[in-house]
């Protein structure tokens, strides 16, 4: 019998929380620390004792989990708490569906269990489970993901389905009818949120009334129950919201008997909803008043009425929105505090005293925009942090206490991580790096770097977070790669290869470039990829990273069949000045392929060759009876102009005097585009077209040709 009233009591919302929050950092201190550690036993420890706990209220704590959501009997725990959805992603990544730990269970069966968790290539769904049973750990049951719980017959399973979103099989197995087993439960344990996208999808012209009715009965209702539950009811508020607006009428539609079965019980239970739960309904209701029956309109706006009559609403910080609305009085409560009545029941001398401390003036009252800003989040971050390193250089703290102050501040960073704050991590770590040198506590600030600074988990979360938030703090992100530089390049690189985003490549480029020639190394390993686009990259980094001494590489590359590649490994070469990099340019400007010897154009102007100038006026020389090369020739005198060599300019001048009954057009913006790149010549061997440009026909052409000539105090000939 008290083992059936515990089953029945109330889980405390915050000792649960309290109780996750630590098996998640219990989770990841035995993922980063040998089981005999301190960090760990001290994890374990703490974990344990909330869980012992949690079981004075229960035998038994169920967890459902989808992919980044916690859920317990019908609560969805925060989904914007990072460590709910990391715990909840841990167990869903190994195919757990749910959890329960039950009372007598030992701090040794969680070590087991967290073990099982962050073990590596362990299995997964029911071979975990089998696992677990085979270490012993009886009182913590494992739920796997089984599609086993689908009663599936021929023709049930939906077409086309890959079986690898199991939740939207769960869904289309509930809309069918063809769930079994614990397949009930398991779709309960998902938030009305994931629940409406599933449904948003799996719902089409074709579906049947009975799906509507099968939803609503086996996911709205707690097992057992005959009617809806105020807890019920919101959650199918805020599964409605989610859903797309036909969809969300077929549901209205379908539920109206749920609401007017017995209207008195129906009043009962809505009265116990929260007041934004109500308003919610109240508004999903008054939206689709066509579909909801009369007696269920009369009741909400009864209800509508008396809550609106009977709280108090005030302004604290924004008027707007901040209004209470969990105080409701009955009506003779209320008349007490009509004006008549709080004349009687209040003294003048009290109502002054009461006015006085309720007048703010203009000049003097409190700075909400500044107390707005000192609450922020990061703000209370930074100075937790602060306040957490400045105890750890305290003589007023014992080894014990110094042990659970890093243990804490690992736990923080990984939160930083999440909100990419890599400022505030790279203080972290060089004050625990500096204090690993000596002192009173430099095991454990040694302990600290070497499990977990440097651990795999650490890093590869790290290099994550670069990649997605490391853009807005690019400075931060590069001082910190810097601090662990040979513990982050192939991690960083192992990104940067498979990354599809223009933009994000470009960041991690970056990153590797500020961490200098040690990244050469790695970079040559990768020069033999399959894949251009990857050895384009690795040629880029050897160049920008001071790699010449790999220079034999790079040679090699100079003769690959892929044009992109043998482009980017001959700019290599000229950038590092190699013997071999000129007879390169002037082999592949000969080249049949026009993208090759484009490309090698443009680099004899990008590093000013003038050994190439001899082929790019012999091109520039060659008629083009029909036009074909015009983007050629633009280019060459592109690369020309950068060079700026005296011996091209006759063959400029050649262009300038050319006549030509076709594709004039062409002509003239070549002619245009020689004028453009004129400022590398020296003045005397462009003379002679300035003189021939300051009477064309075209304005602009002149406008520059007497600038160069007014800017070497050069007359026009008339």
Known sequence: MQEEKQEKLPLDAKLLSDAVIELNISRRSVGLYPSDHPIAKESIERAFGYLLKLFELRCDIALGITKNTLVVDEYTLDKRNPVFTEFAASLHTKGIAAVTFSSGATKEELTAFHELLTLKDSPTGTALVELAKGKNISHIRLIPIDFSALGFIEGAQRVGGKGSEVWEEYVYGLLQGKLAGDGESIIQSLPPEDMAFFINSAITEDTEDEAYDRVITTYLKKKGEQKLSSESIERFMTFINELKPEIKRQFLSRSSDYFTGNISDVEKTIKEMTPEGFQRLAGIFTDHSSLIPDTLKNLIDKLTAIKKGSKFEFDLFDQANAVVHDIELGEDIMRLFDEDHFKAYVSDGYKRDLEKMLKVSATGGLKLAQLRDDCKTDVIDRTLSGVMLELLDTDYINDEENLKLVTKLSEFVNILLETGRFEEILEIYNTLKSQALGGRFSRNASSMIEYFFRSEAFITKLVEAFRLLGRKGREDVIRLARAFKLSIINHLLDILVEES????????????????????????????????????????LLRECNGRQYAAHIKKLAKHKNINICIEAVKTLLHFKTNDAIPFLKLYLQN??????????????????KEAVPYLTEFLEKKDIFGTESFFRIDIVKALGEIGDRGAAGSLLKVIRARTLFYKGYLEELKLEIFKNLDNYPYDSIKPLLELGIMSKNQEIRNISERFMRENNDTPKK
């Open 501 to 540: 985003d223009a933009s994000v490549r470009k960041f991690l480029l970056s990153i590797l470039e500020s961490l200098g020639s040690d990244v050469n190394s790695y970079v040559v390993q990768r020069l033999e990829d399959e894949r251009w686009y990857v050895v384009r990259n690795m040629l880029y």
């Open 592 to 609: 049949p392929n026009t993208e090759l010897r484009t490309g090698m154009i443009r680099l004899a102007g990008t590093y000013r060759i």
